[in-house]
């Protein structure tokens, strides 16, 4: 088993609550120098008392790697305007400024201390791990270097031995998505326990399921490109033109193309443009940098 470092000191403003006047300063900008998760909570939330303080106790465990905000939306509507929480308890991981995971409603403790290892392990820091761990790192490395069903096989034998195990299902989800068997993938998610249905892992493999069946009906990229040039204001087929850029392997340029259509209709078709965006960055790691640049360029446009 490996353990947590105890060596960092642990800072005494480790939780602390923020209000819209702070919410700069204890979030965003202490966000660059250690992850920041936030808790958006009410008084009148039942949920939120439950969650919250099963999040503070696994970000105490931590020992410092990663520090807490809570905000009351009820006190600062307009910060929850501005990163459109619908609904309460939502929690957000902040690092470099930006948000890079989260979740919403009240989870089983087991998970909301793998989502503050996730966001420990984005950052570059040390996470408690074990051999499963290991084992779903070394499924991982076969999956990168295109050893699909070997590492479809690895994440099957993880999970005989931990049905739970959020992170080698959505590897095994991603093996067959990998083999182009997207049926399968598709039923192995389905298949997946209550426990873990709202893992990063799980909704990284979802995103991920979902691009891989838009790219079987994307069109030809250099046929796209020619219409968006001759009509650049028909967001239809710029959003078009980003699935099958998407599909090609250009991801940034997806990413582009739709912070195009952001920019110049957020609203365009029930803000599709921005939950497209949305689903690519939920299919890459947290700390890509696609996803850290795409999150960053979204959120100057929504906070302009």
């Not at 326990?193 to 069109?219: V, Y």
């Not at 490109?225 to 998407?246: K, W």
Request: hydrophobic share 50%; charged share 20%; glycine share 6%.
């Amino acid at each position: 088993m490996i353990e947590l470092s105890t060596a960092t000191a642990v800072p005494a403003d480790l939780i602390k609550d923020a209000t819209e006047a702070t919410f700069m300063a204890d979030v965003v900008e202490a966000s660059n120098e250690i992850p920041v998760i936030v808790d958006f909570w009410a008084p009148w939330c039942g949920p939120c008392k439950t969650l919250g303080p099963m999040l503070e106790k696994a970000v105490t465990a931590a020992k410092g790697a990663v520090r807490m905000v809570k905000v009351n939306i009820d006190e600062a509507q307009m910060i929850a305007g501005q990163l459109q929480i619908q609904s309460i308890p939502t929690v957000y991981a902040f690092l470099k400024g930006q948000p890079v995971d989260g979740f919403q409603g009240a989870l089983p403790e087991s998970e909301i201390k793998a989502f503050v290892d996730r966001v420990i392990s984005a950052a570059g820091g040390d996470a408690p791990g074990d051999t499963l761990n290991d084992a779903v790192a070394a499924a991982e490395e076969m999956l990168n270097e295109g050893a699909a069903v070997d590492a479809a096989q690895t994440f099957a034998a993880i999970l005989a031995e931990d049905p739970n195990h959020a992170g080698a299902y959505g590897g095994l989800v991603r093996s067959h998505i990998a083999m182009d068997d997207l049926d399968q993938a598709e039923a192995i998610l389905n298949g997946a326990p209550a426990e873990i249905l709202k893992s990063a892992e799980l909704e990284a493999a979802h995103a991920q399921l979902e691009l891989a069946r838009q790219a079987a009906d994307a069109g030809p990229v250099a046929d796209l490109i020619a219409a968006v040039d001759a009509e650049p204001d028909n967001h239809q087929t710029r959003f078009d033109l980003a699935l099958a850029l998407h599909a090609n392997g250009q991801v940034q340029e997806a990413v582009d193309q739709l912070l195009d259509i952001f920019r110049r209709d957020r609203e365009w078709n029930e803000g599709a443009a921005k939950t497209q965006l949305f689903t690519i960055f939920d299919a890459l790691k947290p700390n890509d940098p696609v996803v850290l640049n795409g999150r960053r360029k979204l959120s100057s446009m929504i906070f302009a």
